[in-house]
């Protein structure tokens, strides 16, 4: 092995030092040759001096243009399909792997996505430099191990174990992960076998966003052609063996009539067969429409999506196909389910949601430990089972139609009157509560509570029968930095004691703009009740920054990024 070592660095020095040859020897030829030219040809006089001084430059020219040559050859090794310039989209052939694992025929997706992926000369049928029999080992197939002291010049991170090359190139997105293989024969398979999948249509963007309007209108249509051709080599070429564990891909659906939604099933379809069990979409414009029946998976435990619209029997499909899922998260989606059930979900989580129907929608959800019904849009979400919440968050902004009213806000809290956390905000239609109605229950278990600006109403109205309920309270948060949709007061009420005990209190947290004038009365109220200044903490925000939203994330503990499947069940 030390004797094969030395002859590779004995070859490597062999070729340096025919190469500085062959380029003395072109110099000197070429240097005499011009001489010759300018001396008799063109006659002009010319002295060793300043021929010495322009040798140089133009060997100095020469080596840049060699240099650019190679760099630009080194690029060539790069898959054409990730560097974005394609004149027609791609489309599956009935013999790629993807759709021959989708007929059932593992053993035929084998033999072409391995044997015949090598045949093809990887990518495109254009054959990369150095392609020798080696190459067609199974990508898992090592060398035996060198000695260290002689192996000075070895590459170590190839040397490193292939979970651990996977775990690196997991931190990177799928096109960066495809471009690795040109780093060495030992990475030139090893994109095929990453657990996770990250495609995103923004880093195939100049400005990595994609708005829909204006003259880029054909460019980013391009894009899309680009983007859904990438994902779908992506996919095909990958090893029919290896298994995935999270599935990204933010995609863009130019045109309603646009069969970018049945690529995007497709994707989903695959990266579920592949066992992930964590599914993330978002989708730029147009809705996509989920076909239900490629929710089967008994592997699939979080799913979020942005942007997408689910149809009847979507929540059904997922209660039947998928009995490991435990998280769901929706961002700007439409539901047109009238009934949401679960008995497996943990977490929960409707954000800026349109329920398609106008009248009540039943929700019964009897595993669920965190709620979130945020901005939900039309409908109103009737909660049915919830024993076994512990965290909740409602907020209700600019509510404003009519079939609104001081019972909905009722079902809502007694729905949650055994939680420990509570974020609670309302800012629409005027609210005015009736002596009689007990609106707000005894929370027995609360211990954080997060209201906004509108409990300050009628000299601190809702504020107080909160305080009045919840004698188990520890930390109380008011942020009346919000974008409110009417500046006037929206909840009205009068109450014939105004005292309270708190006897757990012991901080309260402003979050405001400055020299907001609601700041000194809230002070002075808890002041009055019995707390000292230093339990009150007031944090400003500028105008110009963020505005504080009271729709945080942070109880929900909802994590996008990469992690192993070991730390989530530790949770």
């Not at 990595?208 to 054909?218: L, P, Q, R, Y």
């Not at 009150?536 to 992690?563: A, P």
Request: with cysteine; aromatic share 12%.
């Amino acid at each position: 092995m030390e004797q094969g070592h030395r002859q590779f660095i004995g070859s490597d020095c062999l070729r340096a030092y025919l190469g500085f040859s062959s380029l003395s020897v072109l110099l000197l030829l070429g240097g005499h040759v011009a001489l010759l030219l300018l001396s008799r040809c063109l006659r002009l006089p010319l002295d060793a001096v300043s021929f010495a001084l322009l040798l140089p430059n133009t060997a100095t020219a020469l080596a840049l243009v060699a240099l650019v040559a190679i760099a630009a050859f080194w690029f060539t090794l790069l898959p054409e399909w990730t560097t974005g310039r394609y004149s027609s989209p791609w489309r599956w052939s009935s013999t790629s792997p993807l759709v021959l694992a989708e007929r059932g025929d593992p053993s035929a997706a084998r033999r072409h996505g391995v044997a015949g992926f090598h045949a093809r000369h990887l990518f495109d049928e254009r054959r990369l430099s150095g392609c020798s029999a080696a190459m067609e080992e199974p990508p898992g197939k090592k060398g035996p191990a060198m000695d260290p002291a002689q192996d000075s010049g070895r590459d170590w991170l190839s040397g490193l174990p292939e979970g651990v090359l996977h775990r690196i190139m997991s931190f990177l997105d799928s096109r960066q992960a495809v471009r690795t293989c040109v780093l060495s024969r030992r990475w030139r398979d090893l994109w095929r076998s990453v657990p996770r999948v990250h495609a995103d249509i923004y880093d195939f963007t100049p400005d990595g966003t994609i708005d829909g309007e204006g003259e880029e209108d054909v460019e980013e249509a391009e894009v899309v052609v680009v983007f859904n051709r990438f994902v779908n080599r992506l996919l095909e070429r990958r090893d029919p063996t290896a298994s995935i564990e999270t599935f990204f891909f933010r995609c863009c659906i130019p045109d309603e009539d646009d069969d970018g939604s049945a690529d995007a099933n497709r994707w989903i379809s695959y990266g579920l067969q592949k066992n992930a069990w964590f599914l993330e979409v978002v989708v730029q414009l147009n809705s996509l429409e989920l076909d239900r029946s490629v929710f089967n998976s008994i592997y699939l435990r979080r799913i979020a999506f942005g942007n997408v619209f689910m149809d009847q029997g979507f929540f059904k499909q997922l209660q039947i196909g998928c009995p490991a899922l435990e998280r769901l998260y929706l961002d700007d989606c439409i539901v047109a389910d009238d009934e949401i059930s679960s008995n497996t979900l943990k977490v929960l989580t409707f954000d800026t949601t349109e329920f398609c129907y106008e009248h009540r929608i039943s929700i019964s959800i009897p595993t669920v430990t965190t709620l979130a019904l945020r901005n939900t849009i039309c409908g109103k979400p009737v909660l049915k089972d919830v024993a076994s919440l512990v965290s909740a968050s409602v907020v209700l902004y600019c509510v404003e139609s009519g079939n609104f009213d001081a019972y909905d806000l009722r079902h809502y809290l007694w729905s949650f009157s055994h939680v420990k956390d509570l974020i609670f905000s309302y800012q629409g239609r005027k609210l005015t509560i009736e002596n009689n109605l007990q609106w707000c229950p005894k929370f027995f278990n609360l211990v954080g509570l997060t209201l906004g600006k509108w409990c300050l109403n009628a000299n601190f109205y809702a504020l107080i029968v909160f305080l009045q309920n919840s004698p188990r309270l520890e930390k109380l948060t008011l942020i009346l930095a919000e974008d409110n949709c009417k500046t006037s007061e929206v909840f009205i009420g009068e109450l014939e004691e105004k005292s309270f005990t708190c006897e757990h209190l012991t901080s309260v947290e402003m979050k405001c703009w400055e020299d907001d004038p609601l700041v000194i009365n809230v002070v002075d109220f808890f002041v009055g009740s019995g707390m000292s200044s230093s339990q009150i903490h007031i944090e400003y925000e500028d105008d110009d920054e963020d505005q504080f939203h009271i729709e945080s994330d942070d109880m929900f503990g909802f994590e996008f990024e990469y992690e192993d499947e070991d730390e989530d069940e530790d949770e």
